[in-house]
């Protein structure tokens, strides 16, 4: 074990969760919290000046998307290991978080009693999933599914699922484009592939389908 407590920021734009995660981190004589964000912007300026050994980063943030924000910290500073503990599905954002650049992914519902686990197993170069994650990705090699089913939300690529989810949300066009950093003839483009790969005829559907999406999902 190293000799100096492991610098952990927290990632998260709910000030309950923060604090939570703030409580049991605090507990463990190896981690000490260095910071806490509820954007990226924040989290990004807290990377280069508290320089943490782990993030424990949402997918859902105040002005953006956790996987964004962990592919920049990744090429920012590739030592910085990262955690993500999220509300979302696991089964459609656990792969996408180990593909933007995390080692691991803990779904709120069981954070408090995995998240210490977690948070030591990621900081070693460990991968940390559920074990029924665990055995779906290994099952989907086996099988070679590597392709996602058409028409399915997982057909999605990052930044469509992001552009979903803000519909599902409510958002116009211009909120997500301004919220993205997009211009709306980019979200106007995303919407468009979105419609497509889900085999939706016109915005109506589409704005169903995501309320509906967003709904289930939390």
Known sequence: MSSHPHRVLIVDDHPIVREGLRALISQQPDLVVCGEAESVQDALELVESREPDIA????????????????????????????VSSMHDESLYARRSLRAGALGFVSK??????????????????????????????????????????????????RELEVFRCIGRGLTTREIAARLNLSVKTVETYRQRIREKLALRNGAELARRASQWVLEET
């Open 56 to 83: 424990v980063i949402d997918i859902s943030l105040k002005d953006s998307d956790g996987l964004e924000l962990i592919r920049r910290i990744r090429s920012m500073d590739s030592s910085i290991r990262m955690l």
């Open 109 to 158: 519902e069981n954070a408090a009693r995995q998240i210490i686990d977690a948070i030591r197993r990621v900081l070693e170069g460990r991968i940390y999933l559920s074990q029924e994650m665990s055995e779906q990705l290994l099952s989907q090699m086996i099988r070679h599914e590597d392709e996602p089913d058409y028409r399915s939300v997982e057909s999605l690529s990052d």
